[in-house]
């Protein structure tokens, strides 16, 4: 069982910056791939960017690449997205998660269904 608690979210001008953090309980944090995902009211939920368990790979959608950043510091159980010249459109509830497919494909670790375990959310609006 893991335990993922989010913090860092809050209220940010458009082309500001916000770092999220990810905490997770249990002592298998580093054989997880961690991923960030968002959602908006209305929506469903979007995947944002994503890291492999030995944290050598990174992935990100095509609406945040060259802004966001995603690292993790398995020493810390933490998994981290630091987002940069942020737009009203990054407004959501953003959602840590973890999956324990370490062979997770490319294509699939940018899928909801994979995740075994999903944070609370916090909150980031973007004001414009």
């Known amino acids: 069982q893991v335990q993922l608690v989010e913090s860092g979210g809050g209220l940010v001008q458009a082309g500001g910056s916000l770092r999220l953090s990810c905490t997770a309980s249990g002592r298998t944090f580093s054989r997880y791939n961690m991923a960030w995902f968002r959602q908006a009211p209305g929506k469903e939920r979007e995947f944002v960017a994503a890291v492999k368990w030995s944290g050598g790979t990174t992935y990100y959608a095509d609406s945040v690449k060259g802004r966001f950043t995603i690292s993790r510091d398995n020493a810390k159980n933490t998994v981290y997205l630091q987002m940069s010249y942020l737009k009203s459109e990054d407004t959501a509830v953003y959602l840590c998660?973890?999956?324990?497919?370490?062979?997770?494909?490319?294509?699939?670790?940018?899928?909801?269904?994979?995740?075994?375990?999903w944070g609370q959310g916090t909150q980031v609006t973007v004001s414009s």
């Open positions: 998660a973890a999956d324990a497919h370490v062979l997770q494909s490319s294509l699939n670790i940018r899928m909801v269904g994979p995740y075994d375990y």
